[in-house]
């Protein structure tokens, strides 16, 4: 069984009589990206390679800034100076990442605290940030003790915006980590300088997150299926295309980046209410939305929160998202209704 998740409004601007798809990519942000735009005869005809050229260039500037100003990865970064900055100390920041900053923490407020910018040091603790990897010789996981050492240090210490003046407050130690919006960010980010160039017609994607507009030079919407932890089949689910026609998609999962201990997975998502890496039996969670960063936000918030309450705050929010639960060897799955309403089989 085959379904497709289509999108709630199409437009009726088809793609340029005549058009082809040119290819862009590269790498960013320890992945690789890529772009497919339906472009017009002219725009591949006589000068096409300077305009290729122009449009790899300016999409890769895109990711590079987004680098430049939030990679936690980056000692020269904004986001690394920040993190380094003296307690109690106020800092301008570029306007896209005051941007991203302020929407991560309002997921986080909204959230109660589930996905949270501001516990970058228990993502370290855990091994999953830029130095002390947990696939690295000599690593060791923290015991109880650390974690709640780390959760105490924590405790009380706020970043606080101040929104007419595009600035955050440093209260000391605090480590941001922005790597569950800025990817999704960026992805968004490529579409608005594709759109400014005059390209409609598109697919962009940053590490396995994607947007699309528009349509393929024949007639059809960017068609993509949905990842998943297991092959259809075996998860017993089926599969989903997506038709990202205005929409883009993020999966948040247990399965890509995470050690085992002691026979128990432990995922690079920290809960950090606990400290912990989660560990509520999701295999994933999918959320289709108009807005890349807000996918990869809300992807990563309900998978900290699990099937239950994440599922009901996406109805609250009228997200639609897709859960994907481990039951034995198989895959039980949970949909938002907003996700069944865009729904069809075929």
Same mark, same amino acid.
């Given at each position: 069984? $085959?379904?497709?998740?289509?999108?709630?409004?199409?437009?009726?601007?088809?793609?340029?009589?005549?058009?082809?798809?040119?290819?862009?990519?590269?790498?960013?942000?320890?992945?690789?990206?890529? &772009?497919?735009?339906?472009?017009?005869?002219?725009?591949?005809?006589?000068?096409?390679?300077?305009?290729?050229?122009?449009? %790899?260039?300016?999409?890769? /500037?895109?990711?590079?800034?987004?680098?430049?100003?939030?990679?936690?990865?980056?000692?020269?970064?904004?986001?690394?100076?920040?993190?380094?900055?003296?307690? +109690?100390?106020?800092?301008?920041?570029?306007?896209?990442?005051?941007?991203?900053? #302020?929407?991560?923490? /309002?997921?986080?407020?909204?959230?109660?605290?589930? +996905?949270?910018?501001?516990?970058?040091?228990?993502?370290?603790?855990?091994?999953?940030?830029?130095?002390?990897?947990?696939?690295?010789?000599?690593?060791?996981?923290?015991?109880?003790?650390?974690?709640?050492?780390?959760?105490?240090?924590?405790?009380? $210490?706020?970043?606080?915006?101040?929104?007419?003046?595009?600035?955050?407050? %440093?209260?000391?130690?605090?480590?941001?980590?922005?790597? &569950?919006?800025?990817?999704?960010?960026?992805?968004?980010?490529?579409?608005?300088?594709?759109?400014?160039?005059? +390209?409609?017609?598109?697919?962009?994607?940053?590490?396995?997150?994607?947007?699309?507009?528009?349509?393929?030079?024949?007639? %059809?919407?960017?068609?993509?299926?949905?990842?998943?932890?297991?092959?259809?089949?075996?998860?017993?689910?089926?599969?989903?295309?997506?038709?990202? #026609?205005?929409?883009?998609?993020?999966?948040?999962?247990?399965?890509?980046?995470?050690?085992? %201990?002691?026979?128990?997975?432990?995922?690079?998502?920290?809960?950090?209410?606990?400290?912990?890496?989660?560990?509520?039996?999701?295999?994933?969670?999918?959320?289709? #939305?108009?807005?890349?960063?807000?996918?990869?936000?809300?992807?990563?918030?309900?998978?900290?929160?699990?099937?239950?309450?994440?599922?009901?705050?996406?109805?609250?929010?009228?997200?639609?998202?897709?859960?994907?639960?481990?039951?034995?060897?198989?895959?039980?799955?949970?949909?938002?209704?907003?996700?069944?309403?865009?729904?069809?089989?075929?």
């Amino acid at each position: 069984m $085959r379904r497709v998740l289509l999108p709630p409004t199409i437009s009726a601007e088809p793609a340029p009589a005549g058009a082809g798809i040119v290819d862009f990519g590269g790498a960013s942000m320890g992945t690789t990206w890529s &772009a497919r735009v339906a472009l017009a005869p002219g725009a591949m005809a006589a000068g096409a390679p300077l305009r290729a050229a122009s449009l %790899q260039a300016g999409l890769q /500037e895109q990711l590079d800034r987004v680098v430049a100003q939030m990679s936690h990865w980056e000692p020269a970064s904004d986001l690394g100076r920040f993190n380094r900055a003296g307690a +109690c100390t106020w800092h301008a920041l570029p306007a896209d990442f005051f941007e991203v900053l #302020h929407y991560a923490l /309002e997921v986080a407020r909204e959230t109660g605290g589930a +996905c949270d910018p501001c516990a970058g040091v228990l993502v370290n603790l855990w091994g999953f940030g830029p130095t002390g990897r947990h696939d690295e010789a000599g690593f060791v996981a923290p015991a109880a003790r650390d974690v709640a050492t780390v959760r105490a240090g924590m405790a009380g $210490r706020v970043v606080a915006l101040d929104i007419p003046r595009r600035r955050a407050f %440093q209260p000391g130690g605090v480590q941001l980590d922005l790597s &569950a919006v800025a990817k999704g960010f960026s992805v968004d980010k490529l579409a608005q300088y594709l759109e400014g160039q005059g +390209c409609r017609h598109y697919l962009v994607e940053v590490g396995g997150e994607l947007r699309g507009a528009g349509f393929k030079p024949d007639g %059809q919407p960017w068609w993509v299926a949905l990842e998943e932890p297991l092959a259809p089949a075996a998860a017993g689910t089926g599969e989903i295309a997506v038709a990202l #026609h205005g929409l883009a998609v993020a999966t948040s999962g247990d399965y890509r980046k995470y050690f085992m %201990q002691d026979a128990t997975r432990r995922p690079h998502t920290i809960d950090p209410r606990s400290g912990m890496p989660v560990a509520n039996a999701l295999a994933s969670v999918t959320v289709v #939305h108009e807005r890349a960063m807000a996918a990869d936000a809300w992807s990563t918030a309900l998978t900290v929160l699990g099937p239950e309450q994440g599922l009901a705050l996406a109805e609250r929010k009228r997200l639609a998202a897709r859960f994907l639960r481990r039951e034995g060897n198989g895959l039980r799955e949970i949909l938002s209704s907003r996700f069944q309403k865009m729904l069809e089989e075929e």
